[in-house]
């Protein structure tokens, strides 16, 4: 069983920046894709960046490559979703997920994630 804890949202004004943070337990987040999305109200769930086991797998949508960074620090079992230049429209719940089967570190889709975050709410003020 794995359990995943986000946290790090808030309320911030455009421009701002926000560091998120998704820790786990077990070894399982050590070993396979963890990702990153958002849902905005009124809209489906959409990828915002994974990263494999091998940092090198690392993949962003791309409307949010050039702002998103994820990373991971394997020792605190815990992955980042760094947001800079913050926008209203990033207004959402930012949730982490991995899976219990391997998933390649380009997997885009919620469906392929079947261990989910409670999420942290991000709300951006114009």
């Known amino acids: 069983q794995v359990q995943l804890v986000e946290s790090g949202g808030g309320l911030v004004q455009a421009g701002g920046s926000l560091r998120l943070s998704c820790a786990a337990s077990g070894r399982l987040f050590l070993t396979n894709t963890v990702g990153w999305f958002r849902q905005a109200p009124g809209k489906a769930r959409e990828f915002v960046a994974s990263?494999?086991?091998?940092?090198?797998?690392?993949y962003y949508s791309d409307s949010m490559k050039d702002r998103f960074s994820i990373s991971r620090d394997n020792a605190k079992n815990t992955i980042y979703l760094q947001i800079n230049n913050l926008k209203p429209e990033d207004t959402a719940v930012y949730y982490c997920?991995?899976?219990?089967?391997?998933?390649?570190?380009?997997?885009?889709?919620?469906?392929?994630?079947?261990?989910w975050g409670q999420g942290t709410q991000v709300t951006v003020s114009s």
């Open positions: 997920a991995t899976s219990s089967s391997f998933l390649t570190g380009g997997s885009q889709r919620p469906g392929q994630y079947n261990y």
């Open positions: 990263m494999g086991a091998d940092v090198r797998n690392t």
